[in-house]
């Protein structure tokens, strides 16, 4: 059953439909198959001459980045799922790599690392913005990088990142990454301290216990497991 109405309202399975498309039963997106991409970046994916709207990624063996997708010319609301197959980490770069109106807006202006074996995401295309949405995610394990920043000798630092994904539940753990160095003294050392997890959000206690070392340029990866 198809109707179209003189509002040029869609109804497929109503002959009263009551929004633009109105569907009465279920719908089907079809697999594209398989999406060959290479380890490290790939830039400008190209979805094919024929573009479905869900894809199974095979290629890559370490870890690898999607940086930008062609869309389908004036295709304003084009939505994809890439699943990841392979064993390697996925990660959605956010608006960089490739031409710019094929990049990817990710929340909170960073880098998207998702783990584990058939971890998806799906996308969709804005006109308006010139880049593809991030509009959801399936994964394991999530990981988020902060920005370096500086910690001074003999100084308490209670942090809070706004993290979407985390909940009161989540599993959290949080590492150092950046360019620092342990003392040779035992007094001279950074550490974490009681981290917990909040909806929205991850808090913990780092500590300078050094009395004579800054360290500079520190940053985290946070992982957040649900």
């Known amino acids: 059953m198809f109707s179209l109405s003189t509002t040029a309202q869609v109804g497929i399975g109503t002959t009263t439909p009551s929004t633009t498309l109105d569907v009465n039963g279920a719908m089907s997106l079809r697999d594209g198959g398989t999406l060959t991409l290479v380890n490290g970046n790939n830039n400008n994916i190209n979805l094919g001459t024929v573009p479905y709207s ?13 940086n930008s997708i062609i869309p389908t ?3 304003d609301g084009q939505i994809i799922t890439l699943q ?3 064993n390697a ?3 959605i770069r956010h608006n960089n790599g490739g031409l710019v109106n094929n990049r990817i807006l990710v929340p909170s202006e960073r880098n998207l ?13 804005s006109n308006a913005q010139n880049r593809w949405i991030l509009q959801n995610k399936l994964s394991d394990e999530t990981r988020y990088y902060t920005v ?3 910690y001074e000798a003999g100084t308490i630092y209670n942090l809070t990142y706004n ?7 989540s599993i959290v753990s949080v590492n150092l990454l950046g360019d620092w160095s342990v003392g040779t003294q035992p007094w001279e050392e950074i550490t974490i301290h009681h981290v917990e997890a909040r909806t929205g959000q991850v808090r913990f206690i780092l500590v300078n216990s050094s009395w004579t070392t800054d360290y500079i340029n520190m940053d985290f990866v946070i992982s957040v497991r649900n």
Request: aromatic share 8%; net charge positive; charged share 5%.
């Open 54 to 66: 869900n894809y199974r990624i095979i290629g890559p063996t370490t870890s690898f980045s999607v």
């Open 73 to 75: 010319t004036a295709s």
């Open 84 to 86: 990841n197959t392979t």
């Open 89 to 91: 980490s996925m990660i």
């Open 113 to 125: 690392e998702l783990t584990g074996r058939y971890s998806s995401v799906t996308l969709m295309y």
């Open 148 to 150: 370096p920043n500086n």
């Open 163 to 169: 993290i979407p994904a985390c909940t009161s539940t």
